[in-house]
C-alpha cells in the first residue's frame, strides 16, 4: 500500500477506499476516512521521523489518530511507510461477573495497558493476576491450569520459544532464580492475552455461569413443584365429558 503526501498537502493512499479497522470508540469494525493532514511545507522544513494523520470513523464520526513512519522526503511527495501504529487501542472486552475482586482490579489494569500498547506492563499486570488466582485456587487449581495452558499449546499450534515465553510470565515468580519476565512485543502480547482470557474463563466464568444456570433451572423447578404442576403426586386432570341431553 503506497501512501503519500503531496505539494498540495492531499494524502494519496491506494488502498483508501478499504481502510478499515476496529473504532476504539464504538467497538465496530468500520472504514476511516482521512480528515487532518501535516502541510507538506511544514514536514519538509522539520523533517520529522514520524507523523500523526487524524482519521474519522465512517461508524460513529469520532476521531482516530494513527502515526506513520516516513520513509522519504522528495521534491514533490513525502513517502510515508503502508505500516501505521494506532493511538488508541479499543478496549478488550472480557465478563468480569464471575472473578473474585482482587482479580478483578488486576485484569482490569492489566487489559487498561494492553489497550494503550504497554505491552510489558501488561505482562506484569499478567503474572500478578495468575499469582492472585493461585493464591486461592491453590496448587491443584494450579495444576488444572497448567494441564490448560498445555491444551491450548495443542490447539492453537503454539511454537516452543512462545509456549517458554507464556509459562515464565504465567506461572513464573519474582522471587524463583533465573531469567525474570520476556520482553514482549505486539504479536507476544496479543497471544498471551488471548491466553490469559482463556484461562481466567475456565477459573471462574465457566463455573460461574454453570452454576447460575443450576440455581435458575432449580428454581423453577421448585416453583413448579409448589404450583403442582411438576408434582408426582398429583393426579392428571382430565378433560370434562360432555353431558348427555335430558329426556322430556
Do not use: W
Request: a negative charge; charged letters at 25%; proline letters at 6%.
Amino acid at each position: 500500500m503506497a501512501v503519500f503526501i503531496d505539494s498540495s498537502d492531499r494524502l494519496l493512499q491506494d488502498q483508501a477506499q478499504s481502510l478499515a479497522l476496529t473504532c476504539p470508540h464504538c467497538l465496530v469494525f468500520a472504514h476511516i476516512t482521512a480528515l487532518a493532514v501535516p502541510r507538506f511545507a511544514e514536514l519538509s522544513v522539520h523533517r520529522p521521523r514520524q507523523i500523526g494523520l487524524v482519521y474519522r470513523c465512517d461508524s460513529c464520526n469520532s476521531p482516530i489518530f494513527l502515526r506513520f513512519t516516513v520513509r522519504d522526503y522528495g521534491a514533490q511527495r513525502i513517502e510515508l511507510s503502508s505500516q501505521f501504529t494506532e493511538i488508541e487501542r479499543p478496549r478488550e472486552k472480557f465478563s468480569f461477573n464471575y472473578l473474585p475482586e482482587t482479580v478483578e482490579t488486576l485484569f482490569r489494569e492489566a487489559l487498561v495497558c494492553y489497550s494503550h500498547g504497554a505491552f510489558n506492563a501488561f505482562c506484569s499486570m499478567c503474572r500478578r493476576t495468575m499469582q492472585a488466582v493461585f493464591d486461592m485456587l491453590g496448587e491443584s487449581g494450579k495444576l488444572r491450569l497448567f494441564d490448560q495452558l498445555t491444551e491450548l499449546r495443542d490447539m492453537a499450534q503454539i511454537d516452543t520459544a512462545s509456549f517458554a515465553s507464556l509459562k515464565r510470565v504465567i506461572f513464573g515468580s519474582d522471587a524463583d532464580p533465573g531469567p525474570g519476565l520476556p520482553v514482549l512485543d505486539d504479536d507476544q502480547a496479543g497471544l498471551l492475552l488471548e491466553v490469559m482470557k482463556d484461562l481466567l474463563y475456565q477459573a471462574y466464568v465457566r463455573k460461574g455461569r454453570l452454576q447460575q444456570a443450576m440455581v435458575v433451572r432449580r428454581f423453577f423447578s421448585e416453583q413448579g413443584e409448589r404450583d403442582g404442576s411438576h408434582s408426582p403426586d398429583a393426579a392428571p386432570s382430565r378433560p370434562t365429558e360432555p353431558q348427555s341431553p335430558r329426556a322430556t
